[in-house]
Nanobody, 120 residues
Framework: VQLVESGGGLVQPGGSLRLSCAAS????????MAWYRQAPGKERELVAV?????????????QYADSARGRFTISRDNAAKILSLEVTNLNPEDTGLYYC?????????WGQGTQVTVSS
């Protein structure tokens, strides 16, 4: 299983980015998927989760961390094997390495992360 994140970068406060995670070697529709982030000097924290669904392109239940709710949107495309995270109205506290996570039962896979830096 390979997960490759992309879409991070340097953005000014109030800006937006679209993060993507391309998965290979896995039947994505069977797995729950999540985005985590880790700020410098802090522990990794959950940002958003989308559980497995029963359609080709849809997803299941979605949950957000309080800090992400209303600003971030998680989505998945099982056919294309892509997990996305639309992040808007960014602030410096959103700076960190954003990781893609795919999991099911005892199986748990992580990408290498994509850096998001919010600074003026």
């Amino acid at each position: 299983v390979q997960l490759v994140e992309s879409g991070g970068g340097l953005v000014q406060p109030g800006g937006s980015l679209r993060l993507s995670c391309a998965a290979s070697g896995v039947m994505l529709s069977l797995y729950h998927m999540a985005w985590y982030r880790q700020a410098p000097g802090k522990e990794r924290e959950l940002v958003a989760v989308i559980t497995s669904g029963d359609s080709i392109t849809g997803g299941g239940t979605i949950q957000y961390a309080d800090s992400a709710r209303g600003r971030f949107t998680i989505s998945r495309d099982n056919a294309a094997k892509i997990l996305s995270l639309e992040v808007t109205n960014l602030n410096p506290e959103d700076t960190g390495l954003y990781y893609c996570n795919v999991y099911r039962a005892s199986m748990d896979y992580w990408g290498q992360g994509t850096q998001v830096t919010v600074s003026s």
